[in-house]
C-alpha cells in the first residue's frame, strides 16, 4: 500500500557539534525517494546555549525556503533570553513564517521550572503553534518533567520529541495518559514501547518520526516498516504517518 508519510522531526544545518550537517535539497531528496513527502524541520546549531537564536531562525528558514513543498520549519527560542526569547517567538512565526516551536531543555541547558518558559509558553497559545520538547535524557528532559508543564497549560499543544527514547518511553505514556494535549513523537522510540503507546494512547496522538539530518535518513524505511507491521487498521497507521502532524498543523 501507499501511505503517505510526513515525518514529524527532522534537521537541517550545521549540526550541534559543528560538523557539516544536512544539505537541504540533498536531505529532501533522500526524504522523497523514501516516501516522505513532507517534513518538520528543526534546527540543530541554533540549540546551542551561545548561539545567536535569531540568526539560526533566519538560516533555518533561508534552508527550508529551498525546498518549500517539503519543509515545515519550526523555530527555536532560548528561555534563557527573557523578554527577547518571547519578542523572537513572535518575530520567527509572525515574519518567517515558522510554524511551531522547538524547545531543547538538555542542549540548551534550561530547567522546565524556568520562570520565563510559562511566557513562551503563553505566546505560544496566542500564536497557535505547537511545541516540540526534546526529551528522554535526563536531568532537564524527561518526559515526566515536560508533563507537569503539559498540565499546566492545557490549551498548548505539546510534542514530546522522542517519547522518552530508550529508557524512558514507559514516563512518556504515562505523561500522555495524564494529560491530553500531549502527542508523542516515536522518533527513537524502541518498537516494544511504540506497540505498548497504541495499546495505552491510542494512535490518535502518536506521530511519526526520524531525527533525519542527525541520524542516517536511510533508517527512515526502517521505521515506516515498524509502523506498517503493527496490529491496527491502515487508517490508524496513516494517521500515525502523516494525519495526525497534518491536522496539528492544518497541512
Ligand atoms: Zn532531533
Known amino acids: 500500500m501507499t501511505v503517505r508519510v510526513i515525518d514529524g522531526h527532522v534537521h537541517l544545518g550545521t549540526g550541534w557539534n559543528g560538523t557539516e550537517a544536512s544539505n537541504s535539497k540533498m536531505l529532501a531528496a533522500e526524504l522523497r525517494k523514501r516516501g516522505v513527502e513532507k517534513a518538520v524541520a528543526m534546527t540543530l546549531r541554533g540549540l546551542m546555549p551561545n548561539c545567536d537564536v535569531a540568526e539560526e531562525n533566519n538560516i533555518l528558514k533561508e534552508l527550508a525556503d529551498q525546498e518549500p513543498e517539503m519543509y515545515v520549519p519550526f ?5 534563557h533570553q527573557g523578554e527577547e526569547a518571547v519578542s523572537e517567538l513572535r518575530r520567527a512565526v509572525k515574519e518567517l513564517g515558522m510554524r511551531g516551536l522547538k524547545l531543547h531543555p538538555w542542549l540548551q541547558a534550561f530547567s522546565i521550572t524556568h520562570p ?8 505560544a497559545v496566542r500564536l497557535r503553534i505547537p511545541i516540540i520538547f526534546h526529551d528522554g535524557t535526563p536531568p532537564y528532559s524527561t518526559p515526566l518533567q515536560i508533563c507537569d508543564l503539559a498540565e499546566r497549560y492545557p490549551d498548548a ?7 522518552g527514547l530508550k529508557d524512558l518511553w514507559k514516563n512518556a505514556i504515562n505523561c500522555a495518559a495524564r494529560c491530553d494535549n500531549v502527542h508523542l513523537c516515536i522518533c527513537g522510540t524502541p518498537f516494544k514501547g511504540i506497540k505498548q503507546m497504541v495499546e495505552d494512547i491510542g494512535p490518535e496522538r502518536m506521530i511519526f518520526g526520524s531525527d533525519a539530518g542527525f541520524s542516517d535518513p536511510s533508517l527512515i524505511d526502517f521505521r515506516v516498516g515498524q509502523i506498517l507491521r503493527l496490529n491496527i487498521d491502515e487508517e490508524e497507521k496513516e494517521r ?3 494525519l495526525n502532524i497534518a491536522r496539528i498543523l492544518g497541512l
Open 116 to 123: 520565563n518558559l510559562e511566557n513562551i509558553l503563553e505566546e
Open 157 to 163: 499543544t505539546i510534542i514530546l520529541g522522542h517519547s
Open 240 to 242: 500515525i504517518l502523516s
Open 75 to 79: 523555530c527555536t527560542v532560548n528561555p
